[in-house]
């Protein structure tokens, strides 16, 4: 019984993550092939991702409510889902965002933040997935440092945009615009690090 219930909670988990890759490919593909016309078909759809994320936590944190015991200390398993949950919110709130300040085209170094977040995100699913067995697991750590290393670049990639946007364009709208989207995905890069975060804590509790 006990290795039934261990499991729900790591596939569970596992699950989670797995939402935040299919919003991170979902948006990537959104802004790769970028169409005012199907921008709000396609914010739909990526609240439907998000919508169905929201039900996996909440099922998971309504039986947390009635466990005694649980595979990792339950702040860690209430946490981890908080910040996996954040993470497809975060992308989420990035198509909001195109929708509601209505862009009609993608600025360059857009589409290499889009393809970076995937490759983040796919990491994270790497950490959690290996959460199981995490005191024997060989890539668990580098997972996590792929996403932090991932989210670095990141990092050097947001300044050289919003820099070029504050040096090149004009128009106060679009900046204002532009400046919250790309805040938007910074902030997904952030998620995403601050679940390997909680990976990496529950690593180093239980070593």
Not at 68 to 91: G, H, K, W
Request: aromatic share 6%; glycine share 4%.
């Amino acid at each position: 019984m006990k290795q039934s219930r261990d499991q729900y909670y790591f596939e569970t988990m596992a699950r989670c993550a797995e939402f935040g890759r299919r919003a991170a490919a979902y948006l990537q593909e959104s802004l790769d092939g970028f169409d005012t016309a199907t921008l709000g078909a396609r914010m739909e759809a990526m609240h439907a991702i998000e919508h169905d994320a929201d039900m996996l936590k909440h099922d998971m944190m309504e039986r947390l409510g009635r466990e005694f015991m649980t595979p990792i200390e339950l702040e860690d398993l209430v946490a981890l889902s908080q910040e996996l949950d954040n993470v497809v919110d975060c992308i989420d709130d990035v198509m909001q965002r195109i929708y509601i300040h209505n862009v009609t085209a993608m600025r360059d170094d857009v589409p290499e933040l889009a393809a970076l977040l995937v490759r983040c995100a796919q990491a994270l699913c790497g950490a959690v997935g290996e959460l199981v067995n995490f005191r024997k697991s060989e890539t668990i750590r580098p997972a996590i440092v792929d996403v932090n290393s991932l989210e670095s670049e990141a990092d050097g990639l947001y300044l050289k945009a919003m820099r070029r946007l504050y040096t090149t364009e004009t128009d106060p709208i679009t900046v204002i615009s532009w400046t919250h989207l790309y805040d938007g995905l910074e902030n997904c890069f952030d998620a995403c690090e601050h679940a390997s975060d909680v990976i990496e804590s529950v690593i180093m509790k239980n070593s």
